[in-house]
């Protein structure tokens, strides 16, 4: 098998399989760790996967600007917001940070609903002006555009006075061994403490964020309480399900 032949069979393996070990590939592709490792390495740098210590994940979705990301997947988002109603009751202290599929799920909020809200995406606290029973607070700092999201020392410093019922969080990768992971550090600490000053922490994840990683790590799995998504593989669902996580599958 010439070289071009097994980096694509490495491809295929991992989009379908989303992790390899270098020494199972070695077996299967009949050529030498050492040269299975310079595939992923090559790979790696040509951004189609993610290599870690003993092999390889799939490459998570682009990161996109959110009005991008607004456009995409809105029936999937939608759905997984709607299975994520069940879990939010008047009068809680909600904590939602920024992301698509958290606007979705605002959207979805009834009117009636009763409770405080607190978010550091200035998108989401417009999407509830009309929810009079809803105490909004946003959270303040240094406006990152490409998420829209507050972040900095001012962000995580408010955050220190504050404890939230469930917190909501947006997720770029996952997986259930290296964890929740996000491609900017910023991002990455104020989300660590969001699930620090939470109850219970709820994701909703479309399909192409599962078991992949980025390059900062914002908790291990097991921090999550509920994780909603989509068409999971039967081995996939029961490795979270160990960490103690209800996995809400959506077909």
């Given at each position: 098998?010439?070289?071009?032949?097994?980096?694509q069979?490495?491809?295929?393996?991992?989009?379908?399989?989303?992790k390899?070990?270098?020494?199972?590939?070695s077996?299967r592709l009949?050529?030498s760790?050492?040269?299975?490792?310079?595939?992923?390495?090559?790979?790696?740098s040509?951004?189609?996967i993610?290599?870690?210590?003993?092999?390889?994940?799939?490459?998570?979705p682009?990161?996109?600007d959110?009005?991008?990301r607004?456009?995409i997947?809105n029936d999937t988002?939608a759905?997984?917001?709607?299975?994520?109603?069940?879990?939010i009751?008047?009068?809680?202290?909600?904590?939602?940070?920024?992301?698509?599929?958290n606007?979705q799920l605002?959207?979805?909020?009834?009117?009636?609903?009763?409770?405080?809200v607190?978010?550091n995406?200035?998108?989401?606290?417009m999407?509830l002006?009309n929810?009079?029973?809803i105490?909004v607070?946003?959270?303040?700092?240094t406006?990152?555009?490409?998420s829209?999201?507050?972040l900095?020392?001012?962000?995580?410093?408010?955050?220190?006075?504050?404890?939230?019922?469930?917190?909501?969080m947006?997720?770029?990768?996952?997986?259930?061994?290296?964890?929740?992971?996000?491609?900017?550090?910023?991002?990455?600490?104020?989300?660590?403490?969001?699930a620090?000053i939470s109850?219970e922490?709820?994701?909703m994840?479309?399909n192409d964020?599962?078991?992949?990683v980025?390059?900062?790590?914002?908790?291990?799995t097991?921090?999550?309480t509920?994780?909603?998504?989509?068409?999971?593989?039967a081995?996939?669902?029961?490795l979270?399900e160990?960490?103690?996580?209800t996995?809400?599958?959506?077909?």
């Amino acid at each position: 098998m010439l070289k071009q032949e097994r980096q694509q069979t490495i491809i295929d393996i991992v989009n379908e399989e989303h992790k390899v070990i270098a020494s199972d590939l070695s077996r299967r592709l009949a050529v030498s760790e050492d040269t299975i490792r310079r595939d992923l390495k090559e790979l790696d740098s040509q951004g189609v996967i993610k290599r870690v210590h003993s092999g390889a994940l799939r490459k998570g979705p682009p990161v996109q600007d959110f009005s991008t990301r607004q456009e995409i997947f809105n029936d999937t988002k939608a759905n997984l917001a709607n299975k994520a109603l069940r879990y939010i009751e008047d009068d809680m202290v909600l904590l939602i940070d920024g992301g698509t599929t958290n606007l979705q799920l605002v959207h979805q909020l009834p009117l009636s609903l009763k409770g405080t809200v607190i978010t550091n995406s200035p998108p989401i606290a417009m999407a509830l002006a009309n929810h009079n029973d809803i105490e909004v607070i946003m959270i303040g700092g240094t406006l990152f555009k490409e998420s829209m999201v507050n972040l900095g020392i001012d962000t995580y410093e408010a955050l220190n006075s504050m404890r939230a019922d469930l917190y909501i969080m947006g997720i770029y990768n996952i997986d259930p061994e290296i964890g929740i992971s996000i491609p900017r550090s910023s991002e990455a600490l104020i989300k660590r403490k969001m699930a620090s000053i939470s109850t219970e922490v709820l994701s909703m994840v479309t399909n192409d964020k599962l078991d992949t990683v980025s390059n900062h790590i914002v908790c291990p799995t097991d921090h999550l309480t509920y994780l909603i998504t989509e068409n999971v593989h039967a081995d996939i669902k029961r490795l979270y399900e160990k960490q103690g996580i209800t996995i809400i599958d959506s077909p």
